[in-house]
């Protein structure tokens, strides 16, 4: 039963809740950020001007090479241009101006003494210049910044004789670093060395630094150009009378290198390591052969330490079964070193030097007698185009097809009245070298033909 005194329930009233709209205060807030976010996105900042402009490529329009003065009976000297180009060369004959006409690529003269060529226009790209003569050749080189001579000697026994030539009218200032087997060795005449201009400079090290170890130089120029290059004189006790040979020169330290020409028969061989870094260096030694590269048995890896040169007897390596068919040498080492060979015979001594990569062509003008060109280190399978010019301009050979492959040697002959000789690389890049004998062996790398020239960007100065 139902209190009738009880209170009746109570209803709830649910309050409608009604939707605020945002108030224009509130919206102007948000709006207007990001209006200022959306303008800012499409505010670009002013460009700012380059300060700086690269080099740019341009045609070769002046080339130069530099041949030392002669050896005993060295004084052919040839020159050529592997566009076959007629025209004049300009020449300086020590201090004297001259000029040789170029016919069809090729022209050759007699001279005694330093030899400056100098070729423009069309006769610039592909110049080339060899002095040669009785037994000795050297490839005339371009000046460079930079040259690197291993296995010199400043001994009564090993001598060498360092020449710098300005080709230049300007002086030109060069240090030369010397190396031996303890490390860098303080030479006061050789820093700071100032050539005036077409003039030339000669060191012998036996007065300058006097040292028994092998050496190794470095030539740094640091104003304007120079020439450099250097004689070897192995003068042995006893009867054999001296011999000497220009030492070519090696353009930079490398970890992986080539030493294409070894030369054939019985000989006393010598192989220079110089590691002008600052930690030790460990270099392994492989044969390098028409069919294959191998390591020589019994013949463990020289250990070289910071900043040294050492001297390794190959005599035992490159002699009997194993040395047939060995054209060159690889050297591997766990950092950048030079390396030269020194072969010598009672009357004959032959240099030969890591030489350069060659990416697409190289050439040269040839020496009289015998010669051969050795190819090796080829980094994938390629062809070898030879052609080769004679003293008339007309061609010895056309066109020959050489087939190279990586890990071996190719060796191949040119005819004895060839002068001039042009090599294109195919589907490869390799070492190649040219190998002359007319009465002694002689050792010349071949480098990189250049055709174009890099011209810096000059500017008035921004204000």
């Known amino acids: 039963m139902t209190d009738p005194t009880a209170p009746a329930p109570r209803r709830r009233r649910v309050a409608e809740v009604r939707s605020r709209r945002p108030s224009p205060l509130t919206l102007l807030a948000v709006v207007i950020p990001l209006l200022t976010v959306a303008a800012l996105a499409l505010v670009r900042p002013a460009d700012v001007p380059a300060s700086t402009f690269g080099p740019t490529s341009a045609t070769l329009d002046r080339s130069t090479a530099v041949c030392p003065a002669q050896l005993p009976g060295a004084d052919d000297v040839r020159l050529g241009s592997t566009s076959l180009a007629s025209g004049e060369l300009a020449l300086r004959i020590g201090r004297e101006d001259d000029t040789e006409d170029l016919t069809d690529g090729v022209a050759s003269r007699t001279e005694r003494g330093t030899v400056v060529v100098s070729g423009s226009g069309e006769l610039a790209p592909g110049l080339v210049a060899t002095r040669s003569g009785s037994g000795s050749a050297f490839g005339c080189d371009q000046p460079a910044p930079e040259r690197w001579f291993t296995g010199v000697g400043a ?49 012998d090290l036996a007065e300058v630094a006097p040292n028994r170890d092998a050496l190794a130089l470095r030539v740094q120029v640091s104003r304007g150009r120079l020439g450099s290059s250097v004689v070897d004189v192995v003068d042995p006790l006893g009867r054999d009378r001296p011999v000497r040979e220009w030492l070519p020169a090696q353009d930079a330290p490398a970890t992986t290198s080539y030493i294409a020409g070894v030369g054939t028969g019985a000989a006393d061989r010598t192989l220079t390591l110089a590691n002008p870094g600052d930690d030790e260096v460990r270099v392994e030694l492989r044969l390098v052969s028409d069919e294959s590269e191998f390591a020589p048995a019994g013949f463990e890896e020289v250990t070289l330490a910071p900043a040294s040169v050492a001297e390794v007897d190959l005599g035992g390596v490159l002699r009997g079964r194993t040395a047939v068919g060995v054209q060159a040498l690889r050297l591997d080492a766990t950092g950048p070193v030079t390396a030269g060979l020194r072969t010598r015979t009672p009357r004959d001594l032959a240099l030969s030097v890591a030489g350069p990569v060659v990416e697409s062509s190289t050439g040269a003008a040839l020496p009289a007698g015998s010669k051969r060109l050795v190819v090796v280190g080829a980094t994938a399978p390629g ?8 003293a008339d301009g007309a061609a010895v050979v056309r066109e020959r097809r050489v087939e190279v492959d990586p ?25 190649v070298s040219l190998e002359t004998d007319d009465g002694g062996l002689s050792f010349l790398p071949l480098g990189q033909l250049v055709d174009t020239s890099e011209v810096p960007d000059v500017r008035p100065a921004q204000r």
């Open 155 to 203: 001994s009564a026994q090993h001598a060498s004789t360092l020449t710098l030539v300005n080709p230049d009218k300007g002086p030109a200032v060069a240090d030369v670093t010397v190396w031996d087997g303890t490390g860098v060795v303080d030479v006061p005449a050789l820093r700071g060395i100032r050539v005036p201009g077409a003039r030339s400079v000669s060191f």
């Open 383 to 390: 062809v070898v185009v030879l052609r080769a010019w004679d």
């Open 407 to 431: 890990a071996t040697a190719a060796r191949i002959r040119l005819p004895d009245d060839a002068v001039l000789a042009q090599v294109e690389l195919e589907r490869t890049t390799a070492v």
